[in-house]
């Protein structure tokens, strides 16, 4: 199994909270996905980073922002939270070949989130 | 955009039945193709992969061709056991980004 932890694993909070997930990796791949799963959307990516410092926006960024500083972390940060971010969040990371061929993403465990 | 289409569930079989779960994706550049599965409480896991036109990608009796001129990449089982109850999602490769269906649930009776 590729090695990916999440923390934490479940977490409740409270409207207008600050909340941060973790993603830490020990393949030293280069990319990485952070995605919300919610029941009759499948899986929709947040944002995701091609290196250290290099990120950009998927097709639910809104309310969401993230940083890696160093390879093996990538932080989800939600500012204030809200009801609708209730979800369930998965980080993911592939590498991609120099021909630009992708390669499979491995997926880490999830964080069960409840804002309440 | 992009996209990954795949048949909507629950798709609810027998033990030893014939599976087939259907997926289309847009045709543009030369993605990957995925399936994952994914069983409760667990995040997804790689099931099966092609990389190129007519590759076949098969593991723990699944298998997927990536057929170009259909734009598919249909999972297949020849006989399903009540352990292969999990959700399935087919996906894409794009330039940096992957594309996922919206999974499809199989549930299998002893």
């Known amino acids: 199994d590729a090695g990916i932890t999440q923390s934490p694993r479940h977490k409740v909070t409270e409207t207008g909270t600050p909340v941060t997930l973790r993603c830490h990796q020990t393949?030293?791949?280069?990319?990485m996905y952070w995605y919300r799963q919610d029941p009759g959307h499948g899986l929709r990516l947040i944002h995701y980073s091609y290196g250290v410092k290099d990120t950009d926006k998927g097709e639910v960024s809104d309310g969401y922002s993230v940083s890696r500083s160093k390879t093996e972390d990538f932080l989800l940060t939600l500012e204030s939270a809200t009801s609708s971010q209730t979800s369930v969040y998965f980080c993911a990371i592939s590498e991609t070949r120099t021909s630009g061929r992708a390669y499979e993403q491995y997926f880490g465990p999830g964080t069960r989130l409840t804002v309440t | 955009g992009d996209s990954v289409t795949q048949m909507e569930g629950p798709v609810t079989l027998s033990e030893e039945a014939f599976l087939t779960i259907n997926c289309t994706y847009t045709?543009?550049?030369?993605?990957?193709l995925f399936w994952y599965v994914q069983y409760p409480g667990e995040g997804l896991q790689l099931l099966l992969k092609a990389t190129k036109a007519d590759d076949k990608g098969s593991n723990k009796g699944f298998e997927a061709t990536y057929r170009k001129e259909t734009t598919s990449f249909h999972l297949e089982k020849g006989s399903v056991q009540v352990s292969d109850s999990a959700v399935y999602f087919c996906?894409?490769?794009?330039?940096?980004?992957?594309?996922f269906g919206t999974g499809t649930r199989l549930k299998v009776l002893a």
């Open positions: 045709a543009t550049g030369y993605p990957s």
């Open positions: 393949e030293n791949h280069r990319y």
């Open positions: 996906a894409r490769s794009g330039t940096y980004k992957y594309i």
